[in-house]
């Protein structure tokens, strides 16, 4: 073997050294936490320096609906990742990496017939791999490393990547799991709405938010009407059918951003972050009539009408600037409307009761 020989072999025992050294890394990366989004960025950022690319996007794959969601990115435009989430287009890369569950590259997106996607086009992206993350044989996310001009691919870093691939399908899968864990630790199970624990946590850091912010913020609080009455009539487990409905039209009704709890029995609190005592009124009318329309076709035979509801309802700064001072408001205001003939939606407002 001549000198020239051994030389280049050494150069290319050392290249793969590095490279295998380089995936302890990016295995110790992902796999160090069990927040999701910190484990797709390691992800992300592990992957775009061990394959040497200047961006990169982790996308999570929902079979159910064909869609992908993006979680992670760099080293793109605000334009390419304002899209959120995309259904997979029939006959696109996507498609292809999906069908096959392998490793996929373009090394020059403008000779490549099939790759027409106008925002990758757009962004300049001229080449790429896409690496599917498959765990226990199924497809939970997609790897996309992203270069501007076309290139070569190493043919042996593109097989470790396969097995980078691996570490980050077991890391996603684990964190999604601990993510659904805290999410039953702070969820009722009975209708699905936030529990009366978390609420106190949420309550507290909405409000300091409203405040440091110099924003509205305000709290509707509902009791079910007669509630024990409907129980001893119709059984405890219609009583639960009632509360888990409760739960199903609450959701129905409120915004994306307004966040509903059972508060405990058959009491229901809607946070609704940036809202006057204006809009919540009417956001609690609109609660008072879906459950009383809601309840009415939906729950045990024998009853001929709907449940209602007895709503208070308080804003900050409106009615008071403390949170114990705006949650007692909101209960003393709940109980007026249920001492004041139930099926009503209360605020000082309308009441001119001073503040407590």
Known sequence: MTQCDCNSQKESLESQVKALKDLIEVAKAVVSTLDLDTVLQAILTSAMRFAETPA?????????????????????TADFVKK???EVSAGGLTEQVLRAGEIFYIEDTEKTPFFNN???LNEGIRSLVCVPLIYQERIVGILYLDDFAPRQFDRDKLNLLSILASFAAMAIHNATLHKQTKLLAITDALTGLHNHRYFKQYFRQEMARAKRYHKPFSIIMMDVDDFKSYND???????DRLLELM????LQTIRGVDVAFRYGGEEFIVLLPETRLDQAILAAERLRDSVQ???ASR???GTTHGVTVSIGVASYPENADKMDELFNIVDSLLYLAKRCGKNKVYHQNSLQIPPS
């Open 293 to 295: 329309t809601g309840t």
């Open 247 to 250: 739960g199903e039209l609450i």
């Open 233 to 239: 009539s119709y059984g405890h487990a219609a009583g």
């Open 84 to 86: 959120e989430r995309w």
């Open 56 to 76: 990169g996007s982790v996308a999570l794959y929902y079979d159910a609906k064909r869609e992908l969601s993006l979680h992670a990115h760099s080293g793109l």
């Open 118 to 120: 106008p925002i990758a």
């Open 299 to 301: 729950l045990v035979e």
